[in-house]
Each structure stands twice: as C-alpha cells, then as structure tokens.
C-alpha cells in the first residue's frame, strides 16, 4: 500500500472522507481499482460504497464486461 501526502488549499473544504471518497470513486470510474478496492481504500464495506457511488458523479455501471468479471472475481 502507498501513502501519499498531499497539500490541499485551506480554501477546499473537504472531510477527510469525501476526499478519500473523490479520489477512490475516480480510480473506480478509470477503473485503475475494483469496486472492493476502492471501498477498502475509502473506509467503506464495497455495498456501502456501491450505495454512496452516485453522490460522487460515478455510475455504477461500467460499461467493460471486463470490469464486471474483475469485481466479481474480487468480491
């Protein structure tokens, strides 16, 4: 696992977990992380993270069969 540190303007206000969210869900959507590793990098379980998904403008329906059979085989 790597840890990255990053400095973010006072100006952008975030919580911790909507930036964990942001980040994890843009990984998901460029499908550089499964659906489960993306909620484990989030602090969710992956139907926690499915459910709240759409908040952060990220379907939950890929469009890669691929993708499908890689969460599947992640479950």
């Known amino acids: 696992?790597?840890?990255?540190?990053?400095?973010?303007?006072?100006?952008?206000?975030?919580?911790?977990?909507?930036?964990?969210?942001?980040?994890?869900?843009?990984?998901?959507?460029d499908a550089k992380l499964t659906a489960g590793q993306a909620a484990e990098m989030a602090g969710l379980t992956k139907r926690a993270f499915l459910e709240v998904l759409g908040k952060y403008g990220v379907s939950v329906f890929s469009s890669s069969v691929e993708d499908l059979h890689l969460d599947i085989a992640n479950a």
């Open 1 to 29: 696992m790597k840890i990255v540190q990053l400095n973010i303007p006072d100006s952008v206000d975030l919580n911790d977990f909507d930036f964990s969210m942001i980040i994890a869900s843009k990984l998901y959507a």
